[in-house]
């Protein structure tokens, strides 16, 4: 082999994000559960664990039972004893409202039956050991039949906007659960410490107010004038995402064409008469990173300088970030 060829080969080993990774250590793992009764009253059934290194590439779960929705999903990473991933099933893949459209689909979550049929590809790092539990909702059906997949692969490593991120990179899920703010209130998604880069929002919202008149409803919508904010690495002055709450989420108008899905954002709720919807917002092809730190925030309708912008009313929301910290 020459100087040239052996200079290029240790290049490659070292571009962050090539795929030079060694074949003989990609080591995939898996398993199914069908038809299984594990979901007893007050039972945190263990449907998976893994000793290695690696991610999880896939995660899918079926059942028709009630209460199927709030189905609370943990992923335990590295022996944690507090799992750093808690997720209901249908609010961890963008649905709100227990929305049961479908079929619907990216290549990194969507739902394709009537009650469940959910999926998601989301990259889950670990470095020693991975576990995933679920837990029906205290209301659902007793021992339900439930069915699930989940795969993953040793070695394999985290990439986000083309650059493969640090072994020690792990993905964490930050919620604001069913909370009430006031118009023009502004209120934290999640406050990170450290470095890492935002993956994924996904947000269930509800104005709590109907006015009398017909012509002045939309005011009831008006909670979508939020812009989002990132504050990075203790900034005090934000970076806006957004001009507007509906436009962070790739829509327009307070949504007012309805449901939509694609590899970005998607809507997967919206009813203008009770004000609702839920959405969902990826950053794998528009990252942003963060090295001291990420405060990233909503508010109820806008306010920028003088000028209020129209109407908002009391709001009810749920949100998940997802972010990779290292």
Known sequence: MTKWRVLVLLLVLRVPGSYAQSFSTLKTFGTMGKEEKVLGKGVEAELFQYQGQGC???????????????????????????????????????????????????????????????????????????????????????????????????????????????????????????????????????????????????????????????????????????CVRAYLNGASQPMFLSSGLEDYFLGTYYFHKGRYHNPVAGLTHFNAETNAFSAYRFHEDDPIFFQKGLRLTNRVGEKIGDRAFHDPPPTRYTTYVWVYSW
């Open 56 to 226: 999880l590439t896939h995660m899918w779960f079926g059942g028709a039972f009630k209460g199927v929705e709030q189905t609370l999903i943990r992923v335990y990473v590295d022996n944690e004893t507090t799992a750093s991933i808690e997720m209901e099933l249908f609010l961890g893949h963008g649905i709100g409202f227990n929305d049961s459209d479908a079929p619907w689909g990216v290549a990194r979550m969507g739902k394709t039956g009537d009650k469940s049929g959910v999926y998601n590809t989301f990259r889950i790092p670990f470095g020693k050991k991975i576990r995933v539990t679920a837990q029906r909702a205290p209301e659902a059906e007793d021992n339900p039949s439930f069915w699930w997949i989940i795969r993953g692969t040793e070695h394999l490593p985290v990439e986000l906007g083309g650059v493969r991120l640090p072994d020690k990179a792990r993905l964490k899920l930050y919620k604001v659960q069913e909370q009430v703010f006031q118009p023009f209130e502004e209120f934290a998604l999640c406050d990170v410490k450290g470095a890492g880069a935002l993956y994924l929002v996904t947000m269930a919202a509800q104005g709590l107010r109907t006015l009398p008149n017909p012509n002045d409803r939309w005011k009831d919508l008006s909670y979508q004038e939020a």
